[in-house]
Protein backbone atom coordinates (compact mmCIF):
# COMPACT_ATOMS: atom_id res chain seq x y z
CA UNK A 1 0.00 0.00 0.00
CA UNK A 2 1.31 2.96 -0.71
CA UNK A 3 1.52 5.83 1.74
CA UNK A 4 -0.31 8.86 1.22
CA UNK A 5 -0.03 12.69 3.07
CA UNK A 6 -3.80 13.46 4.23
CA UNK A 7 -3.11 17.47 3.11
CA UNK A 8 -1.97 16.54 -0.64
CA UNK A 9 -5.12 14.60 -0.82
CA UNK A 10 -8.55 16.12 -1.66
CA UNK A 11 -11.50 15.25 0.43
CA UNK A 12 -14.82 13.78 -0.82
CA UNK A 13 -17.55 16.12 -1.18
CA UNK A 14 -20.02 17.34 -3.66
CA UNK A 15 -17.51 19.69 -5.41
CA UNK A 16 -14.60 16.77 -5.58
CA UNK A 17 -17.06 14.42 -7.21
CA UNK A 18 -16.36 15.84 -10.95
CA UNK A 19 -12.76 14.67 -10.59
CA UNK A 20 -13.62 10.66 -9.25
CA UNK A 21 -12.18 8.41 -12.25
CA UNK A 22 -15.19 6.93 -14.51
CA UNK A 23 -15.47 3.51 -12.98
CA UNK A 24 -16.78 5.09 -9.74
CA UNK A 25 -20.48 5.22 -9.51
CA UNK A 26 -21.36 8.50 -8.78
CA UNK A 27 -25.28 10.04 -8.03
CA UNK A 28 -26.25 11.08 -11.29
CA UNK A 29 -29.12 12.83 -9.87
CA UNK A 30 -29.60 16.80 -8.42
CA UNK A 31 -29.43 16.04 -4.87
CA UNK A 32 -30.03 20.05 -4.14
CA UNK A 33 -33.55 19.24 -5.04
CA UNK A 34 -33.96 16.00 -2.75
CA UNK A 35 -36.74 16.30 -0.21
CA UNK A 36 -35.63 14.25 3.22
CA UNK A 37 -39.02 11.86 3.24
CA UNK A 38 -37.26 9.58 5.39
CA UNK A 39 -35.39 10.07 8.58
CA UNK A 40 -32.81 7.60 9.75
CA UNK A 41 -31.99 6.87 13.31
CA UNK A 42 -28.69 5.01 13.98
CA UNK A 43 -26.78 5.46 10.83
CA UNK A 44 -24.52 2.87 11.02
CA UNK A 45 -22.55 0.66 8.46
CA UNK A 46 -25.32 -1.19 7.51
CA UNK A 47 -27.90 1.39 6.85
CA UNK A 48 -25.35 2.90 4.65
CA UNK A 49 -24.68 -0.14 3.00
CA UNK A 50 -28.60 -1.53 2.40
CA UNK A 51 -31.40 0.92 2.44
CA UNK A 52 -29.65 4.42 2.01
CA UNK A 53 -27.57 1.71 -0.95
CA UNK A 54 -31.51 1.17 -2.17
CA UNK A 55 -32.63 4.93 -1.69
CA UNK A 56 -29.80 5.96 -3.98
CA UNK A 57 -30.27 3.44 -6.58
CA UNK A 58 -33.95 4.62 -6.97
CA UNK A 59 -33.00 8.35 -6.91
CA UNK A 60 -31.15 7.47 -10.32
CA UNK A 61 -35.20 7.39 -11.81
CA UNK A 62 -36.86 10.82 -12.21
CA UNK A 63 -39.88 11.14 -9.88
CA UNK A 64 -38.54 9.98 -6.49
CA UNK A 65 -37.24 13.54 -5.52
CA UNK A 66 -38.79 13.60 -1.66
CA UNK A 67 -37.55 10.37 -1.14
CA UNK A 68 -33.60 11.78 0.10
CA UNK A 69 -32.83 10.77 3.64
CA UNK A 70 -32.08 13.06 7.09
CA UNK A 71 -29.80 10.81 9.71
CA UNK A 72 -30.21 11.15 13.41
CA UNK A 73 -27.10 10.01 15.40
CA UNK A 74 -28.68 9.67 19.49
CA UNK A 75 -25.54 8.64 21.07
CA UNK A 76 -22.32 10.72 22.16
CA UNK A 77 -20.66 7.94 19.67
CA UNK A 78 -22.44 9.59 17.04
CA UNK A 79 -20.61 13.28 17.00
CA UNK A 80 -17.65 12.02 15.01
CA UNK A 81 -19.84 10.35 12.20
CA UNK A 82 -21.89 13.48 12.18
CA UNK A 83 -18.95 15.92 11.95
CA UNK A 84 -17.62 13.45 9.02
CA UNK A 85 -20.17 13.75 7.21
CA UNK A 86 -20.66 17.12 7.93
CA UNK A 87 -17.62 17.76 5.89
CA UNK A 88 -17.97 15.11 3.14
CA UNK A 89 -21.72 16.82 2.12
CA UNK A 90 -23.15 13.69 3.57
CA UNK A 91 -21.14 11.70 0.81
CA UNK A 92 -19.73 8.52 1.30
CA UNK A 93 -17.89 5.62 -0.89
CA UNK A 94 -19.79 2.21 -0.64
CA UNK A 95 -17.09 -0.71 -1.80
CA UNK A 96 -19.02 -3.70 -3.01
CA UNK A 97 -16.89 -7.03 -3.17
CA UNK A 98 -17.92 -9.69 -5.74
CA UNK A 99 -17.23 -13.63 -4.23
CA UNK A 100 -15.35 -13.76 -7.59
CA UNK A 101 -12.82 -10.72 -7.17
CA UNK A 102 -14.86 -7.84 -9.07
CA UNK A 103 -15.12 -4.58 -7.16
CA UNK A 104 -18.15 -2.27 -7.40
CA UNK A 105 -17.06 1.54 -6.44
CA UNK A 106 -20.04 3.80 -5.77
CA UNK A 107 -20.50 7.18 -4.21
CA UNK A 108 -23.83 7.12 -2.45
CA UNK A 109 -25.71 10.64 -2.37
CA UNK A 110 -28.99 9.30 -0.74
CA UNK A 111 -28.44 11.13 2.58
CA UNK A 112 -28.60 15.08 2.26
CA UNK A 113 -28.53 15.95 6.37
CA UNK A 114 -27.68 14.90 9.30
CA UNK A 115 -28.37 15.61 12.98
CA UNK A 116 -26.76 15.11 16.21
CA UNK A 117 -29.48 14.80 18.78
CA UNK A 118 -27.56 15.46 22.19
CA UNK A 119 -26.83 18.80 20.72
CA UNK A 120 -30.29 19.45 18.63
CA UNK A 121 -32.90 17.67 20.47
CA UNK A 122 -35.73 20.31 19.22
CA UNK A 123 -34.21 20.16 15.93
CA UNK A 124 -34.76 16.22 15.64
CA UNK A 125 -38.24 16.56 16.63
CA UNK A 126 -39.24 18.89 14.56
CA UNK A 127 -37.26 17.16 12.01
CA UNK A 128 -39.43 13.99 12.63
CA UNK A 129 -42.58 16.02 12.73
CA UNK A 130 -41.75 17.36 9.66
CA UNK A 131 -44.60 17.34 7.01
CA UNK A 132 -41.82 16.11 4.16
CA UNK A 133 -41.33 13.08 6.83
CA UNK A 134 -43.19 10.00 5.45
CA UNK A 135 -41.20 6.97 7.11
CA UNK A 136 -39.11 7.24 10.12
CA UNK A 137 -36.29 4.35 9.93
CA UNK A 138 -34.16 2.54 12.34
CA UNK A 139 -31.27 0.61 12.65
CA UNK A 140 -30.98 1.13 16.57
CA UNK A 141 -29.21 -2.50 17.56
CA UNK A 142 -31.31 -4.78 19.39
CA UNK A 143 -30.83 -3.12 22.73
CA UNK A 144 -32.28 -0.21 21.41
CA UNK A 145 -36.03 -1.40 21.62
CA UNK A 146 -35.71 -2.06 25.46
CA UNK A 147 -36.99 -5.02 25.71
CA UNK A 148 -36.49 -7.92 28.36
CA UNK A 149 -34.94 -11.13 26.05
CA UNK A 150 -36.67 -12.96 28.70
CA UNK A 151 -40.48 -11.94 28.68
CA UNK A 152 -40.08 -10.04 25.40
CA UNK A 153 -41.61 -7.19 27.43
CA UNK A 154 -40.86 -3.65 27.43
CA UNK A 155 -38.45 -2.69 30.01
CA UNK A 156 -39.60 -0.11 31.99
CA UNK A 157 -36.82 -0.10 34.58
CA UNK A 158 -34.43 0.94 32.32
CA UNK A 159 -33.42 4.92 33.62
CA UNK A 160 -33.08 6.60 30.35
CA UNK A 161 -36.83 5.24 29.23
CA UNK A 162 -37.78 6.58 32.48
CA UNK A 163 -36.20 9.94 32.10
CA UNK A 164 -38.15 10.02 28.43
CA UNK A 165 -41.62 8.80 30.03
CA UNK A 166 -41.27 11.92 32.80
CA UNK A 167 -39.82 14.26 30.44
CA UNK A 168 -41.45 14.15 27.12
CA UNK A 169 -39.84 17.45 25.76
CA UNK A 170 -36.50 16.44 26.57
CA UNK A 171 -35.78 12.90 25.05
CA UNK A 172 -33.02 10.46 25.00
CA UNK A 173 -34.11 7.23 23.65
CA UNK A 174 -35.65 6.52 19.93
CA UNK A 175 -38.63 5.95 21.50
CA UNK A 176 -38.76 9.23 23.22
CA UNK A 177 -38.16 11.29 19.97
CA UNK A 178 -40.67 9.25 18.12
CA UNK A 179 -43.36 10.00 20.78
CA UNK A 180 -42.67 13.64 20.89
CA UNK A 181 -42.70 14.05 16.98
CA UNK A 182 -45.90 12.20 16.78
CA UNK A 183 -47.61 14.25 19.30
CA UNK A 184 -46.38 17.36 17.24
CA UNK A 185 -48.13 15.77 14.39
CA UNK A 186 -51.29 14.85 15.75
CA UNK A 187 -51.73 18.34 17.59
CA UNK A 188 -50.80 20.00 13.80
CA UNK A 189 -53.60 18.04 12.08
CA UNK A 190 -51.48 16.28 10.08
CA UNK A 191 -51.09 12.17 9.18
CA UNK A 192 -48.80 9.73 11.03
CA UNK A 193 -45.80 8.63 9.63
CA UNK A 194 -44.49 5.38 9.30
CA UNK A 195 -42.39 3.50 11.49
CA UNK A 196 -39.78 1.25 9.86
CA UNK A 197 -37.47 -0.95 11.44
CA UNK A 198 -34.65 -1.91 9.61
CA UNK A 199 -33.43 -4.27 12.09
CA UNK A 200 -32.05 -7.49 12.05
CA UNK A 201 -34.43 -8.76 14.55
CA UNK A 202 -37.94 -11.19 13.90
CA UNK A 203 -41.13 -9.29 13.28
CA UNK A 204 -38.93 -5.92 14.17
CA UNK A 205 -42.01 -4.42 12.59
CA UNK A 206 -44.33 -5.93 15.42
CA UNK A 207 -41.82 -5.36 18.04
CA UNK A 208 -41.66 -2.24 17.29
CA UNK A 209 -44.79 -1.45 17.45
CA UNK A 210 -45.30 -3.15 20.28
CA UNK A 211 -42.62 -1.25 22.29
CA UNK A 212 -43.58 2.87 21.53
CA UNK A 213 -47.01 1.54 22.69
CA UNK A 214 -46.14 0.30 25.92
CA UNK A 215 -43.62 3.66 26.45
CA UNK A 216 -46.35 5.62 24.38
CA UNK A 217 -49.26 4.44 27.07
CA UNK A 218 -47.05 5.43 30.24
CA UNK A 219 -47.05 9.09 29.20
CA UNK A 220 -50.07 9.81 27.31
CA UNK A 221 -52.55 7.60 27.04
CA UNK A 222 -54.70 9.92 24.54
CA UNK A 223 -51.80 10.24 22.05
CA UNK A 224 -50.96 6.11 22.61
CA UNK A 225 -54.62 5.43 21.29
CA UNK A 226 -54.18 7.79 18.32
CA UNK A 227 -50.31 6.13 17.38
CA UNK A 228 -52.66 2.54 18.00
CA UNK A 229 -54.94 3.71 15.08
CA UNK A 230 -52.95 6.08 12.80
CA UNK A 231 -49.10 4.63 12.92
CA UNK A 232 -47.99 1.40 10.90
CA UNK A 233 -44.77 -0.55 11.76
CA UNK A 234 -44.04 -3.16 8.81
CA UNK A 235 -41.96 -6.22 9.14
CA UNK A 236 -39.19 -6.49 7.21
CA UNK A 237 -36.13 -9.34 6.55
CA UNK A 238 -33.01 -7.90 5.80
CA UNK A 239 -29.27 -8.98 4.56
CA UNK A 240 -26.23 -7.93 3.60
CA UNK A 241 -22.68 -8.82 5.26
CA UNK A 242 -21.19 -5.49 6.45
CA UNK A 243 -17.77 -5.39 8.17
CA UNK A 244 -16.81 -2.81 10.36
CA UNK A 245 -15.08 -0.27 8.50
CA UNK A 246 -11.48 -0.68 8.60
CA UNK A 247 -8.04 1.78 7.50
CA UNK A 248 -7.30 -0.52 5.00
CA UNK A 249 -10.72 0.35 3.99
CA UNK A 250 -9.85 4.45 4.00
CA UNK A 251 -6.59 3.41 1.80
CA UNK A 252 -8.58 1.85 -0.40
CA UNK A 253 -10.48 4.72 -1.52
CA UNK A 254 -7.79 6.93 -1.72
CA UNK A 255 -5.66 4.65 -4.15
CA UNK A 256 -8.59 4.41 -6.24
CA UNK A 257 -10.83 7.26 -5.79
CA UNK A 258 -8.01 9.57 -5.37
CA UNK A 259 -10.06 11.50 -2.39
CA UNK A 260 -10.06 11.36 1.02
CA UNK A 261 -13.50 9.81 2.86
CA UNK A 262 -12.92 9.47 6.73
CA UNK A 263 -15.76 7.09 6.52
CA UNK A 264 -16.12 4.64 3.98
CA UNK A 265 -17.87 1.21 3.95
CA UNK A 266 -17.37 -1.75 2.58
CA UNK A 267 -20.05 -4.11 1.97
CA UNK A 268 -20.71 -8.06 -0.04
CA UNK A 269 -22.42 -7.48 -3.29
CA UNK A 270 -25.60 -9.59 -2.30
CA UNK A 271 -28.63 -7.73 -0.69
CA UNK A 272 -32.19 -8.39 0.18
CA UNK A 273 -34.82 -6.77 1.32
CA UNK A 274 -38.22 -8.22 1.55
CA UNK A 275 -40.52 -5.80 3.11
CA UNK A 276 -44.21 -5.82 4.28
CA UNK A 277 -46.49 -3.27 2.59
CA UNK A 278 -48.25 -1.63 5.21
CA UNK A 279 -47.37 1.87 5.12
CA UNK A 280 -49.82 4.69 5.98
CA UNK A 281 -47.73 8.04 4.50
CA UNK A 282 -46.61 6.79 1.07
CA UNK A 283 -43.43 4.61 0.48
CA UNK A 284 -40.27 4.72 -1.99
CA UNK A 285 -40.84 2.46 -5.11
CA UNK A 286 -38.33 -0.03 -3.75
CA UNK A 287 -39.30 -2.72 -5.35
CA UNK A 288 -37.81 -1.17 -8.98
CA UNK A 289 -34.06 -1.23 -7.59
CA UNK A 290 -34.56 -4.92 -6.27
CA UNK A 291 -36.62 -5.32 -3.23
CA UNK A 292 -39.63 -7.22 -2.78
CA UNK A 293 -43.36 -6.37 -0.81
CA UNK A 294 -45.10 -8.87 0.92
CA UNK A 295 -48.15 -9.38 2.36
CA UNK A 296 -45.83 -11.92 5.34
CA UNK A 297 -42.56 -11.72 5.65
CA UNK A 298 -42.66 -14.28 8.46
CA UNK A 299 -41.27 -17.34 6.43
CA UNK A 300 -38.41 -15.23 4.54
CA UNK A 301 -37.47 -13.77 8.22
CA UNK A 302 -37.21 -17.53 9.46
CA UNK A 303 -35.28 -18.48 6.18
CA UNK A 304 -32.80 -16.20 6.94
CA UNK A 305 -32.31 -16.66 10.58
CA UNK A 306 -32.50 -19.98 10.79
CA UNK A 307 -29.65 -20.39 7.69
CA UNK A 308 -27.49 -17.21 7.17
CA UNK A 309 -27.80 -15.84 10.71
CA UNK A 310 -27.59 -19.59 12.75
CA UNK A 311 -24.86 -20.35 10.13
CA UNK A 312 -22.65 -17.62 11.14
CA UNK A 313 -23.17 -18.44 14.83
CA UNK A 314 -22.05 -21.92 14.05
CA UNK A 315 -18.73 -20.53 11.87
CA UNK A 316 -17.98 -18.18 13.94
CA UNK A 317 -18.24 -20.43 17.40
CA UNK A 318 -16.18 -23.66 16.10
CA UNK A 319 -13.91 -21.88 14.40
CA UNK A 320 -12.92 -19.31 17.12
CA UNK A 321 -12.47 -22.67 19.30
CA UNK A 322 -10.01 -23.92 15.93
CA UNK A 323 -8.26 -20.78 16.00
CA UNK A 324 -9.80 -18.72 13.14
CA UNK A 325 -10.48 -15.41 12.63
CA UNK A 326 -12.80 -14.71 9.56
CA UNK A 327 -15.37 -15.93 8.69
CA UNK A 328 -13.93 -16.68 4.39
CA UNK A 329 -10.60 -18.67 6.63
CA UNK A 330 -13.27 -20.61 8.50
CA UNK A 331 -15.68 -21.79 5.40
CA UNK A 332 -12.51 -22.56 3.54
CA UNK A 333 -11.53 -25.18 5.66
CA UNK A 334 -13.65 -28.37 4.07
CA UNK A 335 -14.29 -30.20 7.58
CA UNK A 336 -16.08 -26.62 8.70
CA UNK A 337 -17.94 -26.38 5.18
CA UNK A 338 -18.92 -29.97 5.39
CA UNK A 339 -20.59 -29.18 9.15
CA UNK A 340 -22.13 -26.05 7.91
CA UNK A 341 -24.15 -27.35 4.95
CA UNK A 342 -24.94 -31.15 7.09
CA UNK A 343 -26.57 -28.42 9.82
CA UNK A 344 -28.71 -26.11 7.30
CA UNK A 345 -29.83 -29.68 5.02
CA UNK A 346 -30.36 -32.00 7.97
CA UNK A 347 -31.33 -29.52 10.94
CA UNK A 348 -32.83 -26.90 9.17
CA UNK A 349 -34.58 -27.46 6.55
CA UNK A 350 -37.04 -30.04 7.36
CA UNK A 351 -38.48 -27.18 9.47
CA UNK A 352 -38.70 -24.45 6.53
CA UNK A 353 -41.46 -23.54 4.59
CA UNK A 354 -41.32 -23.76 0.38
CA UNK A 355 -41.50 -20.00 -0.49
CA UNK A 356 -42.49 -18.36 -3.96
CA UNK A 357 -39.59 -17.40 -5.83
CA UNK A 358 -36.59 -19.17 -3.63
CA UNK A 359 -35.24 -21.97 -4.43
CA UNK A 360 -33.72 -22.90 -1.00
CA UNK A 361 -31.13 -24.82 -2.47
CA UNK A 362 -29.86 -22.06 -4.51
CA UNK A 363 -30.68 -19.77 -1.31
CA UNK A 364 -28.11 -22.41 0.51
CA UNK A 365 -25.28 -22.58 -2.38
CA UNK A 366 -25.23 -18.67 -2.42
CA UNK A 367 -24.48 -18.78 1.31
CA UNK A 368 -21.88 -20.61 1.43
CA UNK A 369 -19.89 -18.56 -1.73
CA UNK A 370 -20.82 -15.39 0.17
CA UNK A 371 -19.26 -16.95 3.63
CA UNK A 372 -16.63 -17.74 1.50
CA UNK A 373 -16.20 -14.06 0.15
CA UNK A 374 -11.88 -13.45 0.51
CA UNK A 375 -13.10 -9.49 0.07
CA UNK A 376 -14.94 -9.26 3.01
CA UNK A 377 -13.20 -10.47 6.46
CA UNK A 378 -16.03 -10.91 8.66
CA UNK A 379 -14.72 -11.47 11.74
CA UNK A 380 -15.32 -14.06 14.02
CA UNK A 381 -15.53 -12.16 17.17
CA UNK A 382 -18.19 -9.76 15.57
CA UNK A 383 -20.10 -12.55 14.89
CA UNK A 384 -20.10 -14.75 18.06
CA UNK A 385 -20.74 -10.87 19.83
CA UNK A 386 -23.73 -11.00 21.61
CA UNK A 387 -24.23 -14.45 21.22
CA UNK A 388 -27.37 -14.77 24.23
CA UNK A 389 -29.32 -12.27 22.34
CA UNK A 390 -28.85 -14.26 19.09
CA UNK A 391 -28.87 -17.77 19.85
CA UNK A 392 -32.18 -18.10 21.57
CA UNK A 393 -33.15 -16.46 18.16
CA UNK A 394 -31.64 -17.85 15.63
CA UNK A 395 -29.90 -20.90 16.97
CA UNK A 396 -32.55 -22.66 20.13
CA UNK A 397 -35.85 -22.66 18.28
CA UNK A 398 -34.46 -24.94 15.09
CA UNK A 399 -33.50 -27.36 17.92
CA UNK A 400 -36.89 -27.51 19.90
CA UNK A 401 -38.84 -28.11 16.80
CA UNK A 402 -36.24 -30.77 15.89
CA UNK A 403 -36.74 -32.47 19.19
CA UNK A 404 -40.29 -32.11 19.57
CA UNK A 405 -40.25 -33.41 16.29
CA UNK A 406 -38.17 -36.72 16.47
CA UNK A 407 -35.35 -35.48 14.52
CA UNK A 408 -31.65 -34.98 14.78
CA UNK A 409 -30.13 -32.20 16.53
CA UNK A 410 -26.08 -33.38 17.20
CA UNK A 411 -24.55 -30.43 15.27
CA UNK A 412 -26.26 -27.80 16.90
CA UNK A 413 -25.79 -29.46 20.15
CA UNK A 414 -22.10 -29.39 19.34
CA UNK A 415 -22.50 -25.71 19.02
CA UNK A 416 -24.09 -25.05 21.91
CA UNK A 417 -21.52 -26.97 23.83
CA UNK A 418 -18.65 -24.84 22.11
CA UNK A 419 -20.09 -22.05 23.06
CA UNK A 420 -19.78 -22.97 27.26
CA UNK A 421 -16.73 -23.22 26.66
CA UNK A 422 -16.17 -20.52 24.92
CA UNK A 423 -18.12 -18.23 27.25
CA UNK A 424 -15.88 -20.09 30.55
CA UNK A 425 -12.50 -20.26 29.30
CA UNK A 426 -12.16 -17.82 26.44
CA UNK A 427 -9.58 -19.30 24.65
CA UNK A 428 -8.56 -21.09 21.49
CA UNK A 429 -7.28 -24.86 21.68
CA UNK A 430 -3.67 -23.54 21.14
CA UNK A 431 -4.53 -21.52 24.14
CA UNK A 432 -4.72 -17.80 22.60
CA UNK A 433 -7.54 -15.44 24.37
CA UNK A 434 -10.65 -14.77 22.39
CA UNK A 435 -12.41 -11.37 22.69
CA UNK A 436 -15.61 -12.35 24.28
CA UNK A 437 -18.23 -9.39 23.52
CA UNK A 438 -21.96 -10.10 25.40
CA UNK A 439 -23.51 -8.33 27.86
CA UNK A 440 -24.32 -11.39 29.62
CA UNK A 441 -20.35 -11.91 29.92
CA UNK A 442 -20.51 -12.63 33.54
CA UNK A 443 -23.57 -14.15 33.45
CA UNK A 444 -22.30 -17.08 30.68
CA UNK A 445 -18.96 -17.06 32.21
CA UNK A 446 -20.08 -18.18 36.04
CA UNK A 447 -22.45 -20.48 34.27
CA UNK A 448 -20.72 -22.44 32.43
CA UNK A 449 -17.46 -22.27 34.74
CA UNK A 450 -20.10 -25.13 36.44
CA UNK A 451 -19.78 -27.22 34.08
CA UNK A 452 -16.77 -28.78 35.81
CA UNK A 453 -19.28 -30.65 38.36
CA UNK A 454 -22.19 -30.06 36.96
CA UNK A 455 -21.92 -30.71 32.92
CA UNK A 456 -25.64 -29.31 32.22
CA UNK A 457 -24.44 -26.14 34.15
CA UNK A 458 -24.21 -23.57 31.44
CA UNK A 459 -28.27 -24.73 30.74
CA UNK A 460 -29.35 -23.70 34.02
CA UNK A 461 -29.49 -19.57 32.68
CA UNK A 462 -33.63 -20.55 31.15
CA UNK A 463 -33.66 -16.66 29.88
CA UNK A 464 -31.44 -18.09 27.53
CA UNK A 465 -32.06 -21.99 26.93
CA UNK A 466 -35.64 -22.29 28.46
CA UNK A 467 -35.90 -25.80 29.20
CA UNK A 468 -33.30 -27.58 27.26
CA UNK A 469 -31.64 -29.13 30.23
CA UNK A 470 -34.87 -30.82 30.68
CA UNK A 471 -34.81 -32.53 27.28
CA UNK A 472 -33.00 -36.13 27.49
CA UNK A 473 -32.04 -36.91 24.09
CA UNK A 474 -30.55 -32.84 23.89
CA UNK A 475 -28.55 -33.28 27.48
CA UNK A 476 -27.35 -36.74 26.55
CA UNK A 477 -25.61 -35.47 23.23
CA UNK A 478 -24.96 -32.07 25.21
CA UNK A 479 -22.65 -34.12 28.27
CA UNK A 480 -20.97 -36.52 25.78
CA UNK A 481 -20.07 -32.51 23.52
CA UNK A 482 -18.47 -30.78 27.02
CA UNK A 483 -16.92 -33.84 28.35
CA UNK A 484 -15.02 -34.43 24.64
CA UNK A 485 -14.72 -30.35 24.78
CA UNK A 486 -12.68 -29.98 28.44
CA UNK A 487 -10.81 -33.17 27.38
CA UNK A 488 -7.36 -32.02 27.40
CA UNK A 489 -6.49 -33.37 24.13
CA UNK A 490 -9.43 -32.07 22.36
CA UNK A 491 -9.47 -30.75 18.86
CA UNK A 492 -12.52 -29.05 17.71
CA UNK A 493 -12.50 -30.47 13.89
CA UNK A 494 -12.40 -33.74 15.22
CA UNK A 495 -15.10 -33.43 17.31
CA UNK A 496 -16.91 -32.04 14.37
CA UNK A 497 -15.97 -35.26 12.50
CA UNK A 498 -17.65 -37.55 14.63
CA UNK A 499 -21.08 -35.50 14.37
CA UNK A 500 -20.70 -35.88 11.20
CA UNK A 501 -20.88 -39.32 11.79
CA UNK A 502 -24.30 -40.70 13.12
CA UNK A 503 -24.25 -41.40 16.00
CA UNK A 504 -25.07 -43.80 17.84
CA UNK A 505 -24.22 -46.68 15.28
Same mark, same amino acid.
Given at each position: ?????????????????????????????????????????????????????????????????????????????????????????????????????????????????????????????????????????????????????????????????????????????????????????????????????????????????????????????????????????????????????????????????????????????????????????????????????????????????????????????? #? /? !???? @???????????? *?? %??? $???????????????????????????????????????????????????????????????????????????????????????????????????????????????????????????? #? /? !???? @???????????? *?? %??? $?????????????????
Amino acid at each position: MQQHTEALVTRLNQQSLAQLPSHVDVPNYDRSSLKAGIVHIGVGGFHRAHQAFYINELLKKPGYERWGICGVGLLEDNRRLRDTLKKQDHLYTLTVRHPNGKIDNKVIGSMIDFLFAPDEKQAVINKLAHRDTHIVSLTITEGGYNFNPATGEFDYSNPDIIHDINNPTDPITAFGYITAALKLRKEQGLDAFTVQSCDNIQHNGNVTRKMLLAFAVEQDKALSEWIEANVTFPNAMVDRITPVSKKSDIDYVIDTYGVSDEWPITCESFAQWVIEDAFCCGRPDWDIVGAQFVLDVTPYETMKIRLLNAGHSVLGLL #G /S !LHGY @STIDETISDPIF *AE %YLR $AFMDKEVTPNLEQLEGIDLKLYKDTLIERFANLNIKDNLSRICSESAAKLPKFLIPTINENLLQGRDVSLATLVIAAWCFYSDKGTDEQGNKLDVIDAMQSELHEAAAKTAINELAFLSLTSVF #G /S !LNEQ @SEFATYYKNDVE *AL %YAP $ARKIKALMKNVLEPRGN
